[in-house]
């Protein structure tokens, strides 16, 4: 592996950033100032420019209100407007979907055909229509609208600008893992003479500098996983330490998060592991000694097991301990075990009722399944971790913020649920097996749509604060949409999974100086 961080690296790296804080300066309308943020965001530079960005947001707001005040009505470029519902929607400001009514024809309430030929309007539009909330009705017919035009323009385009509208169309950006996605703008943009050379540099850099970190961090974590000996113990058990490492890296790929992504990691891979010790390893029996000793988080209960699944036990206790005398001594957050204790005894009892139907030959109802799964999808465990990784305050609003969020919790769990369920189903119905009663209903009533939206709706109100945890939650769900959007990414070490690791971890950058 090739580490590219050094003195050299860093004074080139702080002078393109203050180059790049004059460029904000020197952005005078709307326009460019939307297109900067927009760009510095999907070359994955934002977290250098946070006062920046939230300074010219901030501004376009007041403008934009002040415009609505005084010319109702008036509509601007559907490029320009797109771009700033975006954008504000993103970062928390109220924008409505009332912005795009004056591009709608009020006899049909559809969007007016002369639109057709702006295609980065188009564009912008399909992407803003991603951010919907419960009951935007606007922004649906604004979905379906794009969509059709797009699809129907591509095949008129130029390859360059087709390359961006099929990407679109596969996957919008609010839907994708921004890191993930960062190798794949910085190409689009090489490729535009309109890209500024600054941001471009700046986006290499940044890219070969973060990787050098990501490296370093799986290093270590390969050291931890070697010595706590699950894979020799274990081998009926997944050894995914890399696919962990990435789905964490996914979470939060910024250098500051080193401490978030190791934990992450580690927490991951018990969930994998304990998931295959229900799923393929342990007897009813066995199982039931095993749920008794993480739900009274007691060593003594597993005496009665065998030493792979004492070794289990054993790594889940450690683990678990080690992170909350960490986090209680970096944060001062305490006490953490209690609420810990309690995520980890929901997970595995919700595995054993799992186990349960299984072996007993149980179907359950549709609604029966889904007040377990939403526990067993791990969920609330990664949630509890990722929050006391994250959050450095300990105020009151944090104290109580996983009790007054469950609907959040609930959505994202559903979401990392239904995706693993329709991932994973084709392989099931190669193996034979009918399709499910549930799936089929997962199917027909675009049951993940319309978590998403509410999970919109959630996260685009949350205090500032709180941002950051905010911020990983929707990843959490990004990373699990796409990593079983054409399979079972997780389970099968190839396709999308193995070219992230490669292209994220290995391949860096090339630079020319």
């Avoid at 376009?60 to 209100?65: F, K, P, R, T």
């Avoid at 309007?121 to 229509?129: C, K, N, V, Y």
Wanted: hydrophobic fraction near 40%.
């Amino acid at each position: 592996m090739i580490f590219l961080q050094g003195p050299e690296y860093k004074r080139r790296a702080e002078k393109l950033i203050e180059d790049v804080r004059i460029i904000f300066g020197e952005a005078v309308d709307s326009e460019a100032k939307l297109e900067l943020i927009d760009s510095v965001q999907k070359l994955g530079l934002a977290i250098h420019f946070d006062m920046e960005i939230k300074a010219a947001l901030d501004t376009i707001a007041i403008a934009s209100i002040n415009k609505n005040n005084q010319s109702p009505g008036e509509v601007g470029p559907l490029y320009v407007t797109a771009l700033c519902f975006k954008l504000l929607r993103q970062h928390g400001y109220g924008v409505s979907q009332d912005m795009f009514s004056g591009f709608m024809d009020e006899k049909t309430g559809t969007f007016r055909k002369s639109t057709h030929e702006d295609i980065k309007g188009m564009l912008e539009l399909l992407e803003a229509s991603h951010l919907a909330l419960e009951g935007e009705d606007i922004l649906d017919e604004a979905r379906e609208f794009s969509t059709t035009t797009l699809e129907e323009a591509i095949p008129n385009l130029d390859g360059h600008r087709a390359k961006q509208v099929a990407h679109a169309l596969e996957l919008p950006s609010h839907r994708r893992v921004q890191w993930f996605d960062v190798k794949w703008h910085i190409n689009v943009k090489e490729k535009d003479r309109h890209t500024n050379a600054i941001l471009l540099e700046l986006a290499k850099l940044n890219f070969n500098v973060i990787q050098a970190t990501l490296q370093k961090d799986l290093k270590e974590l390969s050291r931890w996983w070697r010595n706590l000996g699950l894979g020799e113990s274990l081998s009926f058990a997944r050894d995914r330490l890399v696919e962990t490492f990435i789905c964490s890296v996914g979470f939060a790929f910024e250098p500051e998060n080193r401490c978030f992504r190791k934990w992450l990691t580690k927490v991951l891979i018990l969930v994998a592991i304990i998931d295959d010790v229900y799923d393929v390893y342990g007897t009813l029996e066995e199982l039931t000694h095993f749920t008794n000793a993480v739900t009274r988080w007691d060593v003594r209960e597993t005496q009665q097991l065998p030493e792979c699944m004492k070794t289990c036990f054993l790594a889940l206790y450690n683990t678990v301990n080690e992170f909350v005398n960490e986090v209680q001594r970096e944060k001062g957050w305490d006490p953490l075990l209690p609420h810990l204790k309690k995520v980890w005894a929901g997970f595995c009892n919700a595995l054993f009722v799992e186990a349960k139907w299984y072996n007993t030959g149980y179907t359950p109802s549709l609604e029966e399944y889904l007040s377990n799964a939403w526990i067993s999808s791990s969920g609330s465990v990664l949630l509890a971790h990722a929050f006391f990784c994250l959050e450095h305050k300990v105020t009151e609003e944090h104290e109580n913020f996983m009790e007054k969020n469950k609907e959040l919790l609930y959505n994202l769990s559903m979401i990392i649920r239904l995706c693993n369920d329709l991932g994973t189903s084709s392989a099931e119905v190669e193996r034979g097996d009918a399709p499910s009663s549930i799936l089929c209903y997962m199917r027909e009533e675009n049951v993940l749509e319309e978590i998403a939206r509410k999970l919109n709706g959630q996260c685009f109100t949350q205090l500032p604060t709180l941002q950051p945890f905010i911020n990983m939650a929707m990843n959490i769900a990004r990373v699990v949409h796409g990593l079983y959007r054409h399979g079972d990414g997780f389970g099968v070490q190839d396709g999308e999974t193995r070219n992230n690791i490669q292209s994220l971890v290995v391949e860096p950058l090339i630079m020319h100086y």
